[in-house]
Each structure stands twice: as C-alpha cells, then as structure tokens.
C-alpha cells in the first residue's frame, strides 16, 4: 500500500477541505470524553499555535486497548477525513479512522497537565516547556526572527562572517571572560608565581569570545560590509532578568560608514524586524498581546510608523537632571547610564524608542572615533521603552596615531592589538558597526519578561542544566 504523507497540522488547518484523506502526527494536549461513545483530543505539533481537534468515535479498531494510553502528552498518528467543524475558529477537524499511539505519558507523572504553569516552574522542566502554548510561539517567532535578520543583510549584499568562538582577545572588557583550558585545576604549571599557559592547549590564556567585533573589522577591511550572528558569552555575575552567560548577537560592520550611517541602518534593520514579524507570524503575535503584554501589537505598529528619536548624552544627562524621579543611581555629565536612566528616557520622556549618540570618552572602549570636542566619542545605544539598550554601536577610530594614544592613557598593550593596529597601517578608512542582543529582541517582541524564557536552554549563574 502506497505511504500517506503526513500533514502538518498547520496545512490541515489552512489547506484542508472536506473529505480529505489524511495522517497527522502530534502529542495530546487535552482530551475530553462524551457520553455518546465519543472522545474529542485537541492534537499539536508545533507547525502553529492551534491544535487540531480529533473527533475518535470509540468503535474505531481498537479503540479498546489504546483508550488508557491516550492522554495528555502522549504521542500519537492518527489517519482519518476531514469534516467540517462546528467549532468556532477553525474550519475542520479530523474524524479518526485509526489512532496509532507512539509514547504514552502517563497522566499520573506527566508534570503538564491541563492548568497554568508559573515560567519559574517550567524552567524546572525545561525539557518539556516546548510543548506549552507560550514556549511554541516564542520559539517560531524566534526561528522568524533569524531568518528575517539574515534576509535582511543578505538583501543588502552583506556578507554572513563566522567570527572564531575561542580567543585571545576579550574586546576590551566588553565583558567578563569564561576562561578555556586544558590545564588540569589539581597541578597548574607555575613559573615565577604566575601561571605558566605556555603548556597550556593554545600556549596562552584564552577564554570564550564577548563579541566578534575585533575580527568583524578585519573582515569589513577586505569584504566592505559583513555581519555575525553567532553565540557569545559573557561570565558577569548579573543575575537581572536582561542578562545571559551565554547569548546570541548580531554584529554588522561596514567600511565608509559614518556614525550616522551606522545609526541609520540600526534603525532601519529594527523596523524591517518588526515589519517582517508581524506579517509571518500574526497568530502567534496576537498570542502573546493577548496572554503576556495588550501593549505589543500597538507598540511595534508605533515603531514601523515612526522615527526613533535622537539625542546626545549631553542632552540625556541634561533631561535626567531636570527630572523629578527619584533614581537608585545618580546622574552627572560623565557618569555611565544605568538600565533606570535609559527606560526613563525612551518610556517616560518619549515613549518611543531613542538613540543616544556621542558619549564621554572615558566611560568608552579605545576603538571608538573620537570627535572633535576631544570630550567624546562617536558611540551610539538603541535603548527601547520596557527594556533599555537593545543595540550598543560605534564608528571606529580609523587614525594610526590617535588609536595608539587611546591605548596608552587606557593601559592597552599595544603588542597584543598589532594585527588590529595593523588595519590602520594599511589601507584604513572610515567604518562603523553595532551589536544587537538577539534575545532582548525575542523579549521585546514577544514581551516575555525573562530572558530566561526565550531562549531554549537558558544559562545564568548557577545554572548550566539541560
Ligand atoms: P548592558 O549594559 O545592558 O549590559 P553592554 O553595554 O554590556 O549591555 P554591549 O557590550 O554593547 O552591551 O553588547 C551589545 C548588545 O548585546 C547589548 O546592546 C545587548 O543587547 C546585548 N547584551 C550584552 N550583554 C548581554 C547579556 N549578558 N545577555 C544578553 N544580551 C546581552
Ligand atoms: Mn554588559
């Protein structure tokens, strides 16, 4: 006998008409049973928010024996035709021909039932959460969203580089460093009180990158306008619901581009996101304005629609000083701005999302360009309302001599950046990148809270399981 082919469930819903043939595979997610000798099982697969329901008439073969295997979360395939549904909100449903059950869940263990799960709970079982409504929708829009990101650069003729995972290089104090080595705790190797990482797997210290930026400007350098988007990781002890050990970060990097030019592809790639995200996954969007945020829906159709405003850390130190809010932190010209300061600013000040540009140069790594006022520097922060910085960017100091003086008064070594250096010695010019913090998109566009929860397997202090 000819094979079926299996249906997606979200084709059965969109394509499916009456008197169609057809097998469909997913796990039970309720099940209900009726007097007249018939059960209802809603079945999903994950192709779409919406189950399927199964109407299993219980003189089908078998129905019997398979009747105590079938409960929520159990796996099944079941072969039937579509008729129409009397339901509302979807148009068929599937009358069983036969059920076949791949894994039972027994209802007594299976810690998923049919009730409201705290996200603090799920990330307990975080090997089950992806069959929640919540973690389904968030991982589509999260598989969207990269595509869409790398349409976005490959549309624009960008090229996808793969910046290394282990270095030497820690960009700067971008953050704190998970170290890699082969060394064994119990016997370090010493020479003259410090550690000896000559004998150690790369013959010196490395760790886990913190951004890819370094090597993206050495590749923008040759390729003109490339981009990253890859894992990075960061060992800083932030237990804050922004922040993850291990995180995804696109990093563009383009030679002739200026500081505006970089500001202005930052805002037009956030709005192609958005745009994008809307038109692929419009149910699952209405899902989580629906059950996590009423605000999303309207707040991202605000930011396709409108400019993002722009202003200077001068004149955003000048708008917190005037602000009655009582802050944690203090604010004066030269101090850096915290989490509070910048939602203040794009929340309650504009309500709107706001690029702050041109910020003092102490507070700022070498590479950025200096500008004329010899005060600051050419740096830029996406902040966005509800969640702070977003994109975090720069032009680069493209001047030999002005780069080597910046080490000098930051304590740089300038050994250690020679092949960076060497980008200004030959063949330098003007360029600018940023870098996006993948999951603080996924958070602001699904408005889930937690970092932690937007991301398959999360890793923070303390917590590497799964
Ligand atoms: P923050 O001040 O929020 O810690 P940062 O200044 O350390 O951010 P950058 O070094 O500029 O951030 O990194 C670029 C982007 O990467 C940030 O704008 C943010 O979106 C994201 N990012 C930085 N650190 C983390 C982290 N620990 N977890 C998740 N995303 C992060
Ligand atoms: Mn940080």
Sequence with gaps: ????????????????????????????????????????????????????????????????????????????????????????????????????????????QYPLQKKHHSFEFLREIAHLRPRTNTFGAVMRVRNRLSYAIHNFFQGRGFVYL??????????????????????????IPMVGGKINYSQDFFGEKTGLTVSGQLEGEVYAMALSEIYTFGPTFRAENSNTSRHLSEFWMVEPEMAFYDLEDDMNLAEDFLRYLFKDVLEHCPEDLEFFNKQIDKTILARHQEIIDNKFERISYSEAVQLLEQSKKNFIYSVE?????????????????????VIIY????????????????????????????????????????????????????????????????????????????????????????????????VIPFPRTPKNARF
């Excluded at 509070?340 to 309500?351: A, G, L, P, Q, T």
């Excluded at 003086?405 to 600018?432: Q, V």
């Design 358 to 453: 041109d910020y003092p140069e102490e507070i700022k790594p070498f590479y950025m360009k200096g500008n004329d006022d010899g005060k600051t520097v050419r740096a830029m922060d996406v902040l966005l309302p509800k969640l702070g910085e977003i994109i975090g960017g720069s032009q680069r100091e493209d001047d030999y001599n002005v780069l080597i003086n910046r080490m000098e008064t930051k304590n740089l070594n300038s050994d250690d950046y020679h092949w960076y250096l060497d980008l200004r010695r030959f063949g330098s010019a003007p360029h600018a990148g940023f870098g996006l913090g993948f999951e603080r998109l996924v958070q602001f566009v699904t408005g889930m809270e937690n970092i932690r929860d």
């Design 1 to 108: 006998m000819k094979k079926m082919k299996r249906w997606k469930i979200k084709e059965v819903l969109r394509q499916g008409e009456e008197q169609d043939e057809v097998i469909i595979m997913g796990w039970v997610r309720t099940r209900r049973d009726s007097k007249g000798g018939f059960s209802f099982l809603e079945i999903n697969d994950g192709s779409c928010l919406k189950n399927l329901q199964v109407i299993a008439d219980h003189s089908i073969d078998s129905f019997d024996l398979i009747s105590e295997k079938l409960h929520t979360g159990s796996c099944v395939g079941v072969t039937g035709e579509l008729v129409q549904s009397p339901g509302k909100g979807q148009s068929v449903e599937l009358q069983a021909k036969s059920i076949k059950v791949y894994g039972k869940a027994d209802p007594d």
């Design 333 to 353: 010209w030269g101090s850096n701005l915290q989490s509070e300061h910048e939602r203040y600013i794009s929340e309650e000040v504009f309500k709107k999302p």
């Design 162 to 187: 793969h910046t290394p995972i282990i270095t030497t290089n820690d960009c700067e104090g971008a953050g704190e460093m998970f170290q890699v080595t082969t060394l064994d705790p119990g016997s």
